[in-house]
């Protein structure tokens, strides 16, 4: 991972973790979701680790979450 993308992958963590707990799941039940580990969704979430994802894996959580995958991919940007 890009050290430049750091911001975009923290935002994306954010996300995931915010439409998770609005859909009510642990981070141990969304990755039984999507045949991962619970380690590796907190790694996803956690801000202070850039946790790259493929875009399958974005596609098998918004799937579960049941939100468009653009939603996670539209960042706010810092200046």
């Known amino acids: 991972m890009k050290s430049e993308y750091a911001g975009n992958y923290r935002q994306l ?10 859909r009510g799941l642990t981070q141990e039940q969304l990755a039984e979701k999507i045949e991962r580990s619970p380690a590796f969704i907190g790694h996803v979430e956690a801000p202070n680790i850039q946790k790259a994802i493929s875009l399958d894996t ?3 959580i918004a799937r579960v979450l049941e939100v468009p995958a653009y939603r996670f991919l539209q960042f706010e940007w810092e200046d």
């Open 58 to 60: 974005l596609f098998d």
């Open 13 to 22: 963590g954010l996300k995931i973790s915010y439409y998770r707990k609005l």
